[in-house]
């Protein structure tokens, strides 16, 4: 199971290894919200969910997307802008989507997936079906009014739904502290009628632990939802290849505990060198393989711009 | 004999055969399932399909039009009553960020099967915030339909096709409308986008009446008769995607044009409408053209100022007047006591 988490973590983190060496080139067509230091969360996560699971993102959503199952040549070639990306280049890196793995989207606006997630889950539940869906958000959204109303029906109708709020702390660059007078993203959950519970420090086993529990009860027909908090940390700037620790809203300081936690490194304690080995180098095969996908695919064709406005 | 049926029953019977055809359809919004059933139009669906498929909602506009479009994507066919299009404003991240979107930005991957139901209120004192008719925001939207049916067979019609339409439909009513009867089928039928209805044939001017106003259109038409005026009377029905053609035609014929709304004018489907109808003429007939709609201020609960704030039938006949006559002639109808303008009683 460590392999198969260390494999998980180390594609993602390499991943966007790749398109922040790429960014300069302008050969990506899309605004980059890099998960770097914030894997943990999405595959914890997902490990414990089905392939029948669905999740709804956020605009920083490469790692929930990959984690979920959701093809990697496809999301480069939508970064790329090409005809072979998930969504034909009309989404990009803010919309990435994949249906067959589950991956049902991500908005730019915050919050603003939330209910959707919850409308998925009222339908799963109505359609007699065992699936769970999982809303991942940041604490950001918790600010949002979409975020209570929603809390507010989910608990209301039991629905089998999960929420993970991914608290990295910042809003862009404004921290949690400077947006709300407690730090008590939990007990607002909780006072809607549900479970909430915080896991500290990107821990990925943990996440997957509760996360499986959470999904076996509703699997079962135990009445959801459930909210996790899973503390973490953005390492790169909000949007963009860089670092942003010389703006001087936080300090490369704060940002040490993350570095030296990292979970990718303290899995990689826990794996065989030569399985490590053999790990990484398909990993780096694959993302190869997957840029020079991009690369090679198309650009849509002009006419391709009046397509999928409408169904019929 | 024609089955006669208001438009509140075409709603309802539109609403229960497609619940009952698909089980996919769902229907929720605040208080579709309380005593009073949003004027009947939900009367009876919580009793034969129970509280899992028709149930009302918290106060959380934005957050359930969010679950509406979750639920489609997940297949179910969701109808979202709002009893007042203004509560709408609500619920603009989801219908423009999303429920238009998610076709298009997902490159096709997914649909948004949704029925938006919003009404729109006139008269005894609805005021600032139960009268508006906000359409045009969502025509201007790529991705979004919009239906505005004036009579009970069109209200059934394009709300079966709205239900079945894999798009995301915004689907208006105006509640004055819903006293309004009319000949309706018991069949199942739909009234698709793509063609307007020529409500009554005229040669000297053609009227556009849109939603309610399309009742003062046949008034002013009326009112005009007696002046000699003959008004060709269209109702678009489904304002996205329009059918310009219909218009287009009878413009060529009758050289005139005035559109109605119920609405304002300044960026509303009657700009619109008249500048898809120059453009497709491009100067190959001559053409006046003349707006109707909402008074540019906010609107008023006092019926002395609520009055002269909307456009009515013997409003429509003056103005058309001129517009068939030139200059400003003053000309108004005398008053039909048959013509004169429906009220609508509260409370409510």
Same mark, same amino acid.
């Given at each position: 199971?460590? %392999?198969?988490?260390?494999?998980?973590?180390?594609?993602?983190?390499?991943?966007?290894?790749?398109?922040?060496?790429?960014?300069?080139?302008?050969?990506?067509?899309?605004?980059?919200?890099?998960?770097?230091?914030?894997?943990?969360?999405?595959?914890?996560?997902?490990?414990?969910?089905?392939?029948?699971?669905?999740?709804?993102?956020?605009?920083?959503?490469?790692?929930?997307?990959?984690?979920?199952?959701?093809?990697?040549?496809?999301?480069?070639? %939508?970064?790329?802008?090409?005809?072979?990306?998930?969504?034909?280049?009309?989404?990009?890196?803010?919309?990435?989507?994949?249906?067959?793995?589950?991956?049902?989207?991500?908005?730019?606006?915050?919050?603003?997936?939330?209910?959707?997630?919850?409308?998925?889950?009222?339908?799963?539940?109505?359609?007699?079906?065992?699936?769970?869906?999982?809303?991942? #958000?940041?604490?950001?959204?918790?600010?949002?009014?979409? #975020?209570?109303?929603?809390?507010?029906?989910?608990?209301?109708? =039991?629905?089998?739904?999960?929420?993970?709020?991914?608290?990295?702390?910042?809003?862009?660059?404004?921290?949690?502290?400077?947006?709300?007078?407690?730090?008590?993203?939990?007990?607002?959950?909780?006072?809607?009628?549900?479970?909430?519970?915080?896991?500290?420090?990107?821990?990925?086993?943990?996440?997957?632990?509760?996360?499986?529990?959470?999904?076996?009860?509703?699997?079962?027909? %135990?009445?959801?939802?459930?909210?996790?908090?899973?503390?973490?940390?953005?390492?790169?700037?909000?949007?963009?290849?860089?670092?942003?620790?010389?703006?001087? #809203?936080?300090? =490369?300081?704060?940002?040490?505990?993350?570095?030296?936690?990292?979970?990718?490194?303290?899995?990689?304690?826990?794996?065989? =060198?030569?399985?490590?080995?053999?790990?990484?180098?398909?990993?780096?095969?694959?993302?190869?393989?997957? #840029?020079?996908?991009?690369?090679? =695919?198309?650009?849509?064709?002009?006419? %391709?711009?009046?397509?999928?406005?409408?169904?019929? | 004999?024609?089955?006669?049926?208001?438009?509140?029953?075409?709603?309802?019977?539109?609403?229960?055969?497609?619940?009952?055809?698909?089980?996919?359809?769902?229907?929720?919004?605040?208080?579709?399932?309380?005593?009073?059933?949003?004027?009947?139009?939900?009367?009876?669906?919580?009793?034969? &399909?129970?509280?899992?498929?028709?149930?009302?909602?918290?106060?959380?506009?934005?957050? /359930?039009?969010?679950?509406?479009?979750?639920?489609?994507?997940?297949?179910?066919?969701?109808?979202?009553?709002?009893?007042?299009?203004?509560?709408?404003?609500?619920? /603009?991240?989801?219908?423009?960020?999303?429920?238009?979107?998610?076709?298009? /930005? &997902?490159?096709?991957? $997914?649909? $948004?099967?949704?029925?938006?139901?919003?009404?729109?209120?006139?008269?005894?004192?609805?005021?600032?915030?139960?009268?508006?008719? !906000?359409?045009?925001?969502? @025509?201007?939207?790529?991705? !979004?339909?919009?239906?505005?049916?004036?009579?009970?067979?069109?209200?059934?019609?394009?709300?079966?096709?709205?239900?079945?339409?894999?798009?995301?439909?915004?689907?208006?009513?105006?509640?004055?409308?819903?006293?309004?009867?009319?000949? $309706?089928?018991?069949?199942?039928?739909?009234?698709?986008?793509?063609?307007?209805?020529?409500?009554?044939?005229?040669?000297?001017?053609?009227?556009?009446?849109?939603? &309610?106003?399309?009742?003062?259109?046949?008034?002013?038409?009326?009112?005009?008769?007696?002046?000699?005026?003959?008004?060709?009377?269209?109702?678009?029905?489904? !304002?996205?995607?329009?059918?310009?053609?219909?218009?287009?035609?009878? +413009?060529?014929?009758?050289?005139?044009?005035?559109? +109605?709304?119920?609405?304002?004018?300044?960026?509303?489907?009657?700009?619109?409408?008249?500048?898809?109808?120059?453009?497709?003429?491009?100067?190959?007939?001559?053409?006046?053209?003349?707006? @109707?709609? &909402?008074?540019?201020?906010?609107?008023?609960?006092?019926?002395?100022?609520?009055?002269?704030?909307?456009?009515?039938?013997?409003?429509?006949?003056?103005?058309?007047?001129?517009?068939?006559?030139?200059?400003?002639?003053?000309?108004?109808?005398?008053?039909?006591?048959?013509?004169?303008?429906?009220?609508?009683?509260?409370?409510?």
């Amino acid at each position: 199971m460590v %392999e198969r988490f260390y494999r998980s973590l180390y594609r993602i983190r390499r991943v966007e290894e790749e398109i922040a060496a790429v960014y300069p080139t302008d050969k990506i067509k899309s605004p980059v919200h890099l998960s770097i230091g914030q894997e943990a969360v999405s595959v914890g996560l997902c490990e414990a969910l089905r392939a029948d699971d669905v999740a709804f993102g956020t605009y920083r959503s490469h790692a929930l997307y990959l984690a979920k199952g959701g093809d990697l040549k496809k999301m480069i070639a %939508e970064l790329y802008g090409k005809l072979d990306g998930c969504a034909k280049g009309k989404g990009g890196s803010m919309h990435l989507v994949d249906v067959g793995a589950g991956v049902m989207g991500a908005s730019a606006v915050v919050g603003t997936t939330i209910p959707q997630a919850v409308g998925f889950a009222y339908a799963l539940k109505l359609q007699r079906k065992d699936a769970v869906v999982a809303s991942v #958000f940041g604490d950001g959204a918790v600010d949002e009014g979409v #975020f209570h109303e929603s809390m507010n029906f989910a608990a209301l109708k =039991s629905l089998p739904i999960i929420f993970v709020c991914e608290n990295n702390f910042y809003a862009i660059h404004t921290h949690q502290l400077k947006r709300r007078k407690l730090a008590n993203i939990c007990e607002q959950a909780q006072v809607y009628g549900m479970p909430a519970e915080q896991i500290p420090g990107n821990d990925v086993l943990g996440i997957h632990e509760r996360v499986s529990e959470a999904a076996r009860k509703l699997r079962s027909g %135990e009445p959801g939802p459930f909210f996790f908090e899973c503390l973490t940390y953005r390492l790169k700037e909000h949007v963009g290849p860089n670092e942003d620790f010389h703006l001087g #809203f936080r300090s =490369s300081d704060e940002a040490k505990s993350w570095i030296e936690n990292d979970p990718i490194r303290r899995l990689a304690e826990q794996v065989s =060198s030569t399985e490590r080995s053999k790990i990484e180098r398909e990993v780096e095969a694959e993302i190869r393989e997957a #840029f020079a996908f991009a690369e090679n =695919s198309p650009f849509p064709k002009p006419d %391709e711009l009046y397509t999928d406005v409408f169904g019929s | 004999m024609k089955r006669m049926l208001s438009f509140v029953d075409a709603v309802r019977e539109a609403t229960d055969q497609e619940m009952e055809r698909d089980a996919s359809v769902i229907v929720f919004g605040l208080d579709v399932d309380d005593p009073k059933a949003i004027q009947g139009t939900t009367r009876g669906l919580v009793e034969k &399909y129970g509280p899992e498929r028709v149930f009302g909602t918290p106060l959380s506009e934005d957050a /359930m039009t969010g679950v509406a479009i979750g639920a489609a994507l997940a297949g179910l066919k969701p109808v979202h009553v709002h009893i007042r299009m203004d509560f709408l404003m609500l619920a /603009m991240n989801q219908l423009v960020n999303i429920a238009a979107k998610s076709r298009y /930005m &997902y490159g096709g991957q $997914v649909q $948004v099967p949704l029925v938006v139901r919003a009404m729109i209120g006139k008269s005894w004192g609805q005021g600032a915030q139960h009268s508006q008719g !906000l359409y045009s925001f969502f @025509m201007h939207v790529p991705g !979004l339909k919009v239906a505005a049916p004036t009579t009970p067979y069109d209200a059934k019609g394009c709300l079966i096709h709205a239900i079945r339409d894999n798009d995301p439909v915004i689907y208006v009513e105006h509640r004055i409308l819903h006293f309004q009867k009319g000949p $309706v089928p018991e069949a199942h039928y739909t009234v698709p986008p793509g063609k307007a209805r020529i409500t009554a044939p005229g040669a000297d001017v053609t009227l556009v009446g849109i939603s &309610y106003m399309q009742v003062e259109c046949l008034r002013a038409r009326s009112y005009l008769e007696s002046a000699g005026i003959h008004a060709e009377v269209i109702d678009p029905i489904w !304002l996205s995607p329009l059918d310009v053609d219909t218009i287009v035609e009878s +413009v060529r014929k009758t050289g005139r044009l005035c559109v +109605v709304d119920n609405d304002w004018l300044t960026c509303g489907a009657s700009a619109e409408i008249i500048t898809l109808v120059l453009e497709r003429l491009q100067g190959t007939v001559p053409v006046r053209v003349r707006r @109707m709609g &909402y008074a540019p201020v906010t609107c008023p609960p006092t019926p002395t100022l609520e009055d002269r704030y909307y456009p009515n039938g013997k409003t429509i006949a003056s103005a058309v007047y001129d517009l068939v006559k030139g200059g400003q002639s003053g000309w108004a109808p005398q008053e039909k006591v048959e013509l004169q303008e429906v009220q609508f009683k509260g409370p409510f």
